[in-house]
């Protein structure tokens, strides 16, 4: 990424950008939808490369993402540098509950940084350029879809949050592919702690039992094809469990959209300036 001014990086700096970005922060400082529709009016600096622009992502740093990986079909997750022409040796030996995951990006720098602004303060700024980049690798992975979902957050979490970032992003996706978006098909019944610390195993039987469709839903549910949206697939516990929850209550099939998937141990190693840190399913 360069360090070329543009015209509008000189126009704002001094006193106009301390004013942008005082109004950037009341804002963000709503928390509310409406909001995000301002905030991507004003002109602001990109949070990757600092150019100023409109929106939270310039063009030029969104299109670095747009390089497709061979990825496995099942569960996404980066084949480099052995791309296999079938499923990748985990979804072999234990094949997930969703028939396919599709994602955007690998769990990486600048995006993990970014990933978790999203999650704990600027969602609604953020949603609408994250949101599109999901949409584009749907896309070029055409799936019959009748509603969109989020992974939910418990009451609890949500009233810490104040939003749910995967419903952020479910709407933003749904706006671009014209499918309808649902947040009420799908409970969080019981509120989990951080998964952070736990194993693949232990994040399984965790986050058991934890969802549930209300039956008033269940009709809704009954043969259609559902994708459930998320920020991050880590060990894909979370999604597997929803995916679970959802082919019980009747759904035909269940396909996962993730902004980001968490790369296998070896690639994560080799990547420099990694945090060593896992990140969790589901927050
Ligand atoms: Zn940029
Ligand atoms: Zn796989």
Known sequence: MSGRVTPLRAIHRGRGAQYIEAMHS???????????????????????CRRWQRGALCEACLSHTRRRVPRCPRCAIDLRPHPAPAHCVPCDDQTPEFDRAITALDYAQPWSTLLARLKFSEGTALARPLGKLLAEA???????????LPVPLSTQRLRERGYNQSWLLAQAVS???????????????????????????????HIHGVFEVPSQALPLIEGRHLAV????????ATLNEVSATLLEAGARSVSVWVLARTPAPKQRKASAGERSTEPDDRL
Request: charged share 25%; with cysteine.
């Open 138 to 148: 749907v896309s070029a992975r055409s799936t019959p879809v009748d509603f969109v």
């Open 26 to 48: 009341l804002a963000r400082s709503w928390s509310l939808a409406g909001a995000a529709g301002w905030l991507n009016a004003l002109p602001s600096q990109c949070l990757i």
């Open 229 to 236: 949206v998320d920020d991050v697939m880590t060990t894909g």
């Open 175 to 205: 706006r671009q592919l014209k499918l309808p978006a649902r947040h009420d098909l799908l409970k969080r019944a019981q509120h989990t702690e951080r998964l952070m610390t736990l194993d693949a195993e232990q994040r399984r039987a």
